[in-house]
């Protein structure tokens, strides 16, 4: 089992849809981010969670510690955001990244 | 400012070759972590050059090597290429330690395949 799992792997929804994509984690963490990568292969980050809820725009990340479990949710979706996501996680000594998820947002 | 470099932006090579790929700093900033990304996978962490050392590593076979220069460019190598090879090999940079994902720049990556 991998250490951090996306769920789901592929994900096709509708212009203006709310989006939400799962990260399970098995690891002790100090931090979890996620991260956006385009076509291409550019990576972006998105946000860095050690606890609670970040906002950013119209992308929302939340962390349970306790469940070792995070979201990240978009609202008003737009083909722009299409991309994949990928959630990682930063245990003692490394970086441990999921599998990602591709998303795609048809007009 | 020109962010993060890398070169070449494809490469096809056939198995047992070597490659040299390359890697410009984003401006300021002293180090730079590699990544390896298969297909439809997450990076997975090669290594982490700073004052021209490697200072980290990960689960990676002596077959892949690094360089950093004086002007904080770098160079990962790989030797006796296989077909697993095949991926795209990314590139951040960071003001060191650097170690959170928030903090690196990442550069559009070199994609290798291995015929």
């Known amino acids: 089992k991998n250490e951090v799992e996306q769920s789901p792997q592929n994900l096709t929804a509708q212009e203006g849809e709310f989006i939400t994509i799962n990260c399970s984690y098995s690891?002790?963490?100090?931090?979890l981010h996620w991260l956006q990568q385009h076509p291409g292969g550019g990576i972006v980050s998105l946000f860095m969670?050690?606890?609670g809820k970040k906002k950013h725009g119209r992308l929302i990340a939340t962390i349970n510690i306790q469940e070792k479990h995070s979201s990240l949710h978009i609202t008003a979706s737009h083909p722009r955001d299409s991309a994949v996501y990928i959630c990682a996680v930063r245990g003692a000594q490394k970086l441990v990244f999921g599998q990602g998820t591709r998303l795609t947002i048809n007009p | 400012d020109a962010g993060v470099t890398q070169s070449p932006t494809h490469l096809i090579k056939t198995r047992g070759q070597q490659v040299t790929l390359r890697c410009s700093p984003k401006?300021?900033?002293?180090?730079v972590s590699w990544y390896q990304q298969a297909l439809g996978q997450g990076p997975q962490f090669i290594f982490q050059y700073y004052e021209e050392e490697e200072r980290q590593r990960g689960n990676f076979p002596d077959r892949f090597s690094g360089h950093q220069f004086p002007n904080y460019s770098s160079e990962l190598n790989v030797n006796a290429l296989w077909l697993g090879d095949s991926a795209l090999y990314l590139c951040a940079s960071s003001v060191y330690p650097g170690q959170g994902i928030d903090t690196q720049y990442f550069g559009p990556g070199t994609r290798l395949t291995v015929l």
């Open positions: 401006s300021g900033h002293d180090t």
């Open positions: 969670l050690s606890s």
């Open positions: 690891v002790g963490i100090s931090a």
